[in-house]
Antibody, heavy 119, light 106 residues
């Protein structure tokens, strides 16, 4: 069974660093890209970027380039999303999703990680 | 940057058909996926490659495309279909989601 299990909710202060994770199981991790998607409170889905776990080739949405870093660890089947200086505007639910290249869609999603940034 | 446009809301009576549209520049040349998101849940793919339905998705969900507009049709809408629906396409190696359509079944 394919699963993407994300790390738990986080409460952080502005300026703090954070890394959240997405652990994949039930399939060969290196055969599918992993994307990160932001959903701010009451708003829609925003694609942040995507990583190829086999070589860490990473692409970012222009809106998020330079704001976050996406990485992956093949040895632990885990993808990561990290910030070096959080802002209140980073408060959101963050989802990881598996991308199927051949059919061009996101077929499995993590349960989401809620990040709250508040002083 | 590329944009996909969806109506913010659509209402439908139970048992009727609901159509949710998504428009974008040169969308006719791209594959479109559709996702359903219920409150407090992660999105679920309903349609991929514009018209194909993953296994396990009810047949009442169908996708089509005409020109630069893609349409998700829900036939025989049920109360359980009340949710937010998002279209998605790729442009210049970037995935783009539409703004979402809230479907109300009343």
């Amino acid at each position: 069974e394919v699963q993407l299990v994300q790390s738990g909710a986080e409460v952080k202060k502005p300026g703090e660093s954070l890394r959240i994770s997405c652990k994949a199981s039930g399939y060969t991790f290196t055969r599918y890209w992993i994307a990160w998607v932001r959903q701010m409170p009451g708003k829609g889905l925003e694609w942040m970027g995507i990583i190829d776990p086999i070589d860490s080739d990473t692409r970012y949405s222009p809106s998020f380039q330079g704001q976050v870093i996406i990485s992956a660890d093949e040895s632990s089947n885990t993808a990561y999303l990290q910030w070096s200086g959080l802002r209140a505007s980073d408060t959101a639910m963050y989802y990881c999703a598996r991308h199927v290249y051949d059919t061009s869609n996101f077929d499995f999603w993590g349960q989401g990680t809620l990040v709250t940034v508040s002083s | 940057s590329y944009e996909l446009t969806q109506a913010p809301s659509v209402s439908v009576s139970p048992g009727q058909s609901a159509s949710i549209t998504c428009s974008g520049d040169k969308l006719g040349d791209k594959y479109v996926s559709w996702y359903q998101q219920k409150p407090g849940q992660s999105p679920v793919v309903l349609i991929y490659q514009s018209t194909r339905r993953p296994s396990g998705i009810p047949q009442r969900f169908s996708g089509s495309k005409s020109g630069n507009t893609a349409t998700l049709t829900i036939s025989g809408t049920q109360a359980m279909d009340e949710a937010d629906y998002y279209c998605q396409a790729w442009d210049s190696n970037t995935a783009v989601f539409g703004g979402g359509t809230k479907l109300t079944v009343l």
